[in-house]
């Protein structure tokens, strides 16, 4: 039986939102009068990573566990495969692998008790408990810690069981929250590329601050910053809305610089140049050319350069930085709020 056909195929799947796996409209939850998520909306397609990235306190972890049923919403919708999160939430919850933050697990299991224990939760039974132990331990490389305590185990290790137990009933979509967090840069490499593997025909929402993990693992991002939604897109997309993306550095003699820099100014879609005295050799200067829009002017440069015959020692176009573009949106939000 195909998905459409198990799920009795709802009337509400327009064309679009067949594609959706996570779909999330107009998401709020207060706590008193504080608002933790405010107005979320956004859908996440089968094959997709998506990065949920924000500062501490941004709404990340209240949004994952709306999304995976273990907080109400104050308003809004949740569909998950196509099911409304409040009308189906144990279908919902059959459909979904979670690894909350801080995943706590009990200490005192071995990773096949834990394991166990978690297959019989997700209503296991028989012969199939120990199958869905064997495919999560061998999918996460736990052979070497099957029968060790959880509290004896290295960080990157217990990590791993928290992933076992989230990927345990093969859900169509996994929502992972801060599933780096703590690990030393080995153990996040190997998290990152568990991840990307498992990708392929799940949709999967991870949470994190760090700005390299986005660009690292995530076919696309949402910067959230005090639970309101500031960008979504790919992470190159959002590198292109960074202040400073393609601005062009040109290294050039101090004697020169000047009719460089006049030069320069005539193209059109420059924004503005400035020049200062190169670190590296009191004798040069560098210009900075920023184009309007963000424009890439590498090229009508170049073809400058070369027209005019002025000489230049260096060229460089600067990619914009997502960290920029996260402290523009994050920054411009505080000082608005
Ligand atoms: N149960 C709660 N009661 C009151 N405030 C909460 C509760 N849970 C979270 N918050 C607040 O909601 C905001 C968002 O928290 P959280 O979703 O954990 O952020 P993030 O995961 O992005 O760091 C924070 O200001 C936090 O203090
Ligand atoms: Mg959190």
Redesign the pocket.
């Known amino acids: 039986m195909g998905l459409l056909s198990a799920l009795g195929a709802p009337k509400s799947w327009g064309e679009k939102s067949v594609q959706a796996m996570v779909s999330v409209s107009n998401l709020t939850r207060k ?1 008193g009068e ?1 608002t ?1 998520v405010d107005d979320l909306s956004f859908k996440v397609a089968p094959g997709e990573v998506v990065g949920f990235l ?1 500062p ?8 994952m566990k709306m999304i995976t049923g273990f907080l109400a919403a104050t308003a809004g919708q949740i569909e998950v495969c196509g099911l409304n999160i409040d009308t189906d939430p144990k279908q919902v919850k059959q459909r979904i692998g979670y690894l909350p ?1 801080g995943a706590p697990m009990y200490g005192d299991m071995t990773t096949q008790r834990f394991l166990g224990f978690i297959a019989q939760v997700r209503g296991y039974r028989g012969a199939e408990i120990n199958n869905r132990i064997d495919a999560a331990i061998e999918r996460l490389e736990l052979e070497e810690v099957r029968y060790q305590t959880i509290e004896t185990l290295s960080k990157g290790f217990k990590r791993r069981v928290g992933l076992a137990q989230a990927i345990l009933h093969d859900p169509s979509v996994l929502v992972l929250d801060e599933p780096t967090d703590g690990l030393d840069p080995n153990q996040k490499y190997q998290v990152r590329k568990l991840i990307k593997d498992i990708a392929s025909e799940k949709a999967i929402i991870i ?1 994190t601050h760090i700005l390299e993990e986005v660009d690292a693992v995530c076919s696309r991002a949402l910067i959230i910053a005090r639970g309101r939604l500031l960008a979504d897109g790919t992470p190159t997309e959002l590198m292109t809305r960074a202040e400073g993306h393609n601005t062009i550095e040109l290294v050039t003699g101090a004697a020169q610089a000047d009719a460089l820099q006049q030069a320069l100014s005539g193209l059109s879609g420059v924004a503005s140049i400035d020049t200062t005295i190169s670190r590296d050799n009191a004798d040069n200067r560098v210009l900075r050319l920023r184009p309007n829009d963000g424009a890439d002017l590498l090229d009508s440069v170049n073809a400058l350069i070369s027209e005019t015959n002025l000489p230049v020692q260096q060229i460089h176009r600067q990619q914009g930085r997502m960290e920029q573009l996260f402290r523009q949106l994050t920054t411009t939000d505080t000082e608005a709020g």
């Open positions: 706590f504080f933790a924000g501490n306190g941004a709404g990340k972890s209240t949004t933050e949470s």
